[in-house]
């Protein structure tokens, strides 16, 4: 009996090891996915898109808010010059929330959110909590990974001209 359970687990764990490879996030060297999400608009969007430099990714509000912060100081065309990218995971907030109060406020926002609004959507990017991952890319791979915890830190992790 305990065989069987042992090539059953050993089954298992087997058939589940490429799902695991997969949902680790990324690292330093890596290249980034070719993805498609949808933003603030609902109109799709590649990911990481041609010219990307770097990858803003944010999943709690706070976190949120100073990449809002750093975005709106910046402009619309100061994020294209400098190849930026804001990914955001709103798939831990309730449908209610981003329907009625998150979505129409994005709107507003005069540049593009990619919006991950399903959890393994964003399964790859490496995250810290209550902090921005910001990810410089060349080429599409990663060339540096930073954590920042207000817009002064993004700006400085993002390596502004």
């Not at 949902?23 to 980034?32: E, I, Q, R």
Request: aromatic share 8%; hydrophobic share 45%.
């Amino acid at each position: 009996m305990q065989r069987r359970t042992f090539v059953f687990s050993a089954a298992i764990a087997a058939l589940a090891w490429p799902a695991l490879a997969i949902a680790s996030p990324l690292t330093v060297g890596d290249t980034l996915p070719q993805l498609q999400f949808e933003n603030q608009h609902g109109k799709t969007e590649a990911f990481p898109g041609a010219g990307t430099r770097v990858v803003l990714f944010a999943i709690e509000k706070a976190p949120s808010d100073e990449v809002n912060t750093f975005l709106t100081h910046l402009g619309v065309e100061g994020m294209h010059k400098e190849g930026i990218v804001f990914l955001a995971d709103i798939s831990g907030m309730p449908g209610f929330v981003t329907q009625t109060f998150a979505l129409p406020k994005m709107r507003k926002r005069p540049y593009s959110i990619l919006l991950a609004n399903k959890p393994e959507q964003a399964v790859f990017m490496p995250h810290e909590k209550d902090a921005v991952t910001v990810m410089q890319v060349d080429q599409g791979k990663i060339t540096h990974i930073a954590f920042a915890r207000d817009a002064a830190a993004i700006k400085t992790a993002v390596g502004q001209r």
